[in-house]
T-cell receptor
Framework: GENVGLHLPTLSVQEGDNSIINCAYS??????FIWYKQESGKGPQFIID?????DKRQGQRVTVLLNKTVKHLSLQIAATQPGDSAVYFC????????????FGGGTRLMVKP | DGGITQSPKYLFRKEGQNVTLSCEQN?????MYWYRQDPGQGLRLIYY???????QKGDIAEGYSVSREKKESFPLTVTSAQKNPTAFYLC?????????????FGPGTRLTVL
């Protein structure tokens, strides 16, 4: 079936460096993508989203890139800080299928001081 | 966590008991969701509700039940029929079910079966 997955389960970066977390999806009809951050023992926190009519969207220190040709989504975090350490999930949905999100398995980001 | 609250934060249950997890939101959202998360895994949809007095099964509804008597409340009951209930349970809400509205999550309830 259609699914959303991640390339790397764990990413370790040095404080101050930029982080890139990747996500692949297989549903060509997906038109909404979202990144969540989940700290240990807490609920997922919305970071940024992007719709399929865009290929880039920027937030505060974060940028999401969408490549529909290869069905690839990435989250870039600039100047990574210790507080960015968490598990990051991508999720996707299809407009015609309601608001049902399909989640990837998550990538753990570890920031070394 | 926005305006979504879940209680309790930790819950322990003996085998054979039903337990109910609370989820309340003051965001005036129509749609609400329940997810289950197992260690090191993503979220799986249990039940969702588009509007008051309406709810639908998600991918893993067996052994669970819900009600939606009020817009702001969507309690989840984990019944004794659920074979492996130990997990982290997350409630979410969005403005609507149709379209692609952002889902906002509560802080979660960790259920442990003794």
């Amino acid at each position: 079936g259609e699914n959303v997955g991640l390339h790397l389960p764990t990413l370790s970066v040095q404080e101050g460096d930029n982080s890139i977390i990747n996500c692949a999806y297989s549903n060509s009809a997906s038109d909404y993508f979202i990144w969540y951050k989940q700290e240990s023992g807490k609920g997922p926190q919305f970071i940024i989203d992007i719709r399929s009519n865009m290929d880039k969207r920027q937030g505060q220190r974060v940028t999401v890139l969408l490549n529909k040709t290869v069905k690839h989504l990435s989250l870039q975090i600039a100047a990574t800080q210790p507080g960015d350490s968490a598990v990051y999930f991508c999720a996707e949905s299809e407009n015609n299928a309601g608001n049902m999100l399909t989640f990837g398995g998550g990538t753990r980001l570890m920031v070394k001081p | 966590d926005g305006g979504i609250t879940q209680s309790p934060k930790y819950l322990f249950r003996k085998e054979g008991q039903n337990v109910t997890l609370s989820c309340e939101q003051n965001l005036n959202h129509d749609a609400m969701y329940w997810y289950r998360q197992d260690p090191g895994q993503g979220l799986r949809l249990i039940y969702y509700s588009q509007i008051v007095n309406d709810f639908q099964k998600g991918d893993i509804a067996e052994g669970y039940s819900v009600s939606r008597e009020k817009k702001e409340s969507f309690p989840l009951t984990v019944t004794s029929a659920q074979k492996n209930p130990t997990a982290f349970y997350l409630c979410a809400s969005s403005i609507e079910l149709t379209g692609t509205d952002t889902q906002y999550f509560g802080p979660g309830t960790r259920l442990t079966v003794l």
